[in-house]
């Protein structure tokens, strides 16, 4: 593994500074899946190994690159704020991003100056902005993935999701459900090669998207997994299961899944509260819940669930987090697994959760209720010694 002996200065973040004079202040850290270039306090820069941007953190304000070359921001403002930045506004900050790198360069040497050189200074804010264009081409958008899966190689199996009825849900509204043919997946995850190039580097694992991809049979599924580790070597796998579509699936089913290299799914229970799941059109309860946990844990598979704080609103609040927590309590999980709390967003005019929840005369929490509920949850969740984390949907990046 490299790690920037060669270049004029290759510090990780931390180390004292020990640049020549002229040079002072310049950190750099040039890993197999990345360069990072900190020109100084204020400012750093990340490219992958094509040397697009990947991330730019400049005096409070991080700006993140999408695979599309969306350009969004994140900074702190009472409280997290967040954007998607317009076209002329993104190509400034490229421009800027590229600019910062350019000055580098002239006083950069050995490993540090061939990849400025070779991979990074080739950009432009054009070149970049019609990465979206190759996007598209391989790509159905990327609806939503957990946080700790950002960084990995997306691969459709499916499109869409088999059910699409839950009343709260929009990620798959605007494609029908539609599994991928052997031929057109490996073409698919041929262009993903394609588009990520040397940058496939920085990610880590292969998600098989979009939702239910992993409750497909064996028959389907298998050449398809072999066709993702036949493109992407040596990567382990995750994917969304949902339950309803998961259960069906024997033990076998799963074991086989995790010979063949899966190693966590992620599964939106939503919560532990049976009345408040069909309220919300999701198919399943707490006991069949544990029922599939359980399987899954006896195929040695890591399980991921994600619980929405804030669904059913005020009235709902107490008997969603305990019936939730209660259902948590029961299930056998282990410090492989991970439990994650995400905020709930009504989409007024999107789905139909508003609306249902106006008729059932339910009181939408405020974000910092939601928020309060969310640690107060954590805190218990963590007594119970699970791994707890917070999931944003309005984080999403891919
Ligand atoms: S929440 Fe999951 S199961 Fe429900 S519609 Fe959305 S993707 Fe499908």
New binding site residues.
Partial sequence: MSSGRDAFVAHTSGSQDRSPAGNRGLLVNLTPGATVISPNRQHSLTFDREGRLHLYFRQGLTYKRSLSSELHLRFQDGGRQRRQLPSDEARSIFLEAYALAGEVRARAVGELEVRLCEEILRWTPESLAAERRRFLSCYRPISILPPDQYLSIVLQATEG?S????TF?S??MDRPFKTKSPVEFREHASGVKDLLGAGAALRRGIFLAD?NALALSLRRLEPLIGAAKEIFPDRPLFGFI?LFSGDRRPLEHWKRLVDLGLRRVYI?METGLDELLAFVN?PGSAIELRNFVEELKGASLSVCLILMVGLGGREYRSAHARASLEVLKKLPLDDSDLIYLSPFVEQPGSTDYSERRTKADLTPMTEEETEAELQRMAQIIRRLDLKVSRYDIREFIY
């Fill in positions: 999701c059910w699409n009825r839950c849900c990620f798959y939702g949902d939106g999701k």
